[in-house]
Each structure stands twice: as C-alpha cells, then as structure tokens.
Nanobody, 115 residues
Framework: QVQVVESGGGLVQPGGSLRLSCVASGSIFRLYAMGWYRQGPGKQRELAAGISSGGNTNYADSVKGRFTISRDNAKNTVYLQMNSLRPDDTAVYYC?????????WGQGTQVTVSS
C-alpha cells in the first residue's frame, strides 16, 4: 500500500509563497488521484486542491488563482505551489492518495502565514 510524506511547510509572511511536496512510495503512483487537504485552527478538514491520475485539477474557491497543484509521476511526487498567501491559509496541510478502495493520508505539514 502506498505511503505519503509531506514536506515544505513553514512560517511565511502574508503575500509570500511556499511549495509543498508529497512523496509517495510504490510503483503505481501514476494511477492514484492525489489531493492536498488542509485543517485550520478550529476548522474542519477541507480539500484545497486535487489532481486526477490523468492530470485534471480542481481547487477550492478560496485558493483559485493562488494555488497550483501538479504531479511528477517519474518522481512519485505531487506539489502544491502556494502564492499570495494570506493569514487564513494557516493550517496543517495533508497529502491524500486515493485509488479504488484505498485512501491514504500523510502526517501533515504546518503552514503558518503571519507577520
């Protein structure tokens, strides 16, 4: 079964950028739908961005035009480029991998947007 590990979180000022990475184990990464979810303080976990095995993407309205999800199947990696960050983007960001009945979560990486 695939495992995923996130990296790239940190503290950034409003208006800044970060790139999150999620590396997956296994040889069939290309078949998985991947997603970046986030959970802010006192909030429910929500989908920020998703990408299908075929490369189709979808975004939460709150991040459209600022975040970009991409995948590199040769590196078993999915990325989340986050630009124009705002304080309300502060959250733990989780990588998710889905295929048929498989649904795998990473441990999460903290993103804090503050001056």
């Amino acid at each position: 079964q695939v495992q995923v590990v996130e990296s790239g979180g940190g503290l950034v000022q409003p208006g800044g950028s970060l790139r999150l990475s999620c590396v997956a184990s296994g040889s069939i990464f290309r078949l998985y739908a991947m997603g970046w979810y986030r959970q802010g303080p006192g909030k429910q976990r929500e989908l920020a961005a998703g990408i299908s095995s075929g490369g189709n993407t979808n975004y939460a309205d709150s991040v459209k035009g600022r975040f970009t999800i991409s995948r590199d199947n040769a590196k078993n990696t999915v990325y989340l480029q986050m630009n124009s960050l705002r304080p309300d983007d502060t959250a733990v960001y989780y990588c998710n991998a889905r295929l048929s009945g498989i649904n795998v979560w990473g441990q999460g990486t903290q993103v804090t947007v503050s001056s």
